[in-house]
């Protein structure tokens, strides 16, 4: 079995980009009890970063079941510079499969920000194309690629930006590496650019706390582990105290939390995190890629109103008309676990269920599933 790159990152970034105290907040107390949230930027671990990921060229565009004409209309409609997209389109290699399209090199420098975005969002409807799939991507309102001006012009990286609903994108990155004069400005920018949202969450207790009520709340995860002494105890101690909700989550989820897969490892996807939750062992990577996912769901699950949300329910990101698009699982308040994505720059973490919504704009219904038995652990 492929094993989990257990590498949490170096250090902590606030929401508005700054590196200084990361700021908590709170939120109304629920059957969940009292959290205590810290979001923070979570980096790839060092080990797998390298110059070299700093690609000076752009990547081709693979375009499933075009023709040239349609390469032609895709680039009319992005308004580039007519000489490079008469180019791109004459030296694009086309069969009865589709269309590869190389582009110019600087290309992405002579798009406007509406073309660029059009262009892009169309481009990452296919998959195999990860860098407009899955972009360097970052909320509206942070920057956590302040430090990018270190090395480049921050001007250029406005520039190469995209939105695609609430997020900022970055696809061009090679335009950013053909600037840099030498390897550790080069690691320097794919440091900046992997980072990823993540959120650390603690459980604070006084002697006001319903224990009973959290045990049955938190205990749906615990396979068989006893959590009325542990937070019984935090409650009675003078002035409270809070325990880090990763305690309480069950074994699947607190060996990934803040995580990265391993290069090599199967593209294990939402569907795959999502349906295995409460899983007591690792799971089988025949399931990837969401092959089965509609099945199980039929088979295991029950359908359940979004206001009746527990722990490890599973919620479908919904486009009308054509189906999901992502599985995430709800943890507490509007926090879910999830894994955005399959590629091994996507972290398992805990998400507002907004900052989850931001990432699949289309994906404008939600529906939520609860497995209908939980796995029982083995007595020792």
């Known amino acids: 079995m492929a094993v989990v790159a257990a590498a949490l990152a170096a250090f902590l970034l606030s929401r508005d980009g700054s590196r200084g105290a990361a700021t908590t907040s709170r939120r109304p107390e629920g059957p969940w009890g009292r959290l205590e949230r810290m979001p923070f930027h979570l980096e790839q671990p060092p080990r797998f970063l390298t110059p070299d990921l700093c690609y000076t060229q752009p990547p081709a565009w693979v375009l499933p079941g075009f023709t040239r004409e349609r390469v ?174 990763v305690h309480l989550l069950p074994p699947f989820v607190r060996r990934r939390l803040n995580t990265f897969a391993l290069p090599g490892d199967p593209p294990r996807d939402c569907y795959w995190t999502a349906l295995h939750f409460f899983s007591l062992s690792q799971p089988l990577d025949a399931f990837v890629n969401g092959a089965g996912a509609e099945e199980i769901l039929n088979r295991d699950y029950e359908q359940v109103p979004m206001t009746s949300l527990t722990l490890g329910d599973v919620l479908l990101f919904v486009v009308p008309g054509v189906g999901p698009v992502h599985a995430a699982n709800h943890v507490a308040d509007d926090l879910v676990f999830t894994k955005n994505g399959a590629h091994m720059r996507r972290p398992w973490s805990l998400l507002t269920l907004d900052e989850v919504r931001d990432l699949y704009p289309e994906a404008t219904e939600l529906r939520a599933y609860r497995l209908r038995q939980l796995p029982t652990a083995p007595q020792l």
Do not use: K
């Open 72 to 245: 032609r209309e895709l680039l009319a409609s992005a308004d580039g510079n007519a000489r490079d997209s008469a180019a791109m389109v004459q030296s694009a290699v086309c069969n009865a499969e589709g269309c590869t399209v190389t582009p110019t090199a600087n290309f992405g420098l002579q798009l406007s920000t509406t073309g660029r975005e059009t262009l892009y969002q169309q481009i990452g409807r296919f998959e195999v194309n990860t860098g407009f799939a899955y972009p360097y991507s970052q909320p509206v309102g942070e920057d956590r690629w302040s430090d990018l001006g270190d090395i480049v012009d921050l001007s250029l990286v406005q520039r190469l930006t995209w939105r695609r609903g609430n997020t900022v994108n970055l696809s061009d990155s090679h335009l950013l590496c053909a600037a840099a004069r030498n390897d550790e400005e080069r690691l320097r920018i794919v440091e900046a650019l992997t980072r990823m949202s993540a959120t650390m969450v603690w459980l604070e207790l006084d002697r006001s706390s319903d224990v009973d009520a959290l045990v049955r709340y938190w205990g749906r995860g615990s396979s068989g582990r006893d959590l009325r002494p542990i937070l019984r105890a935090l409650s009675q101690r003078s002035g409270g105290g809070r325990l880090d909700v």
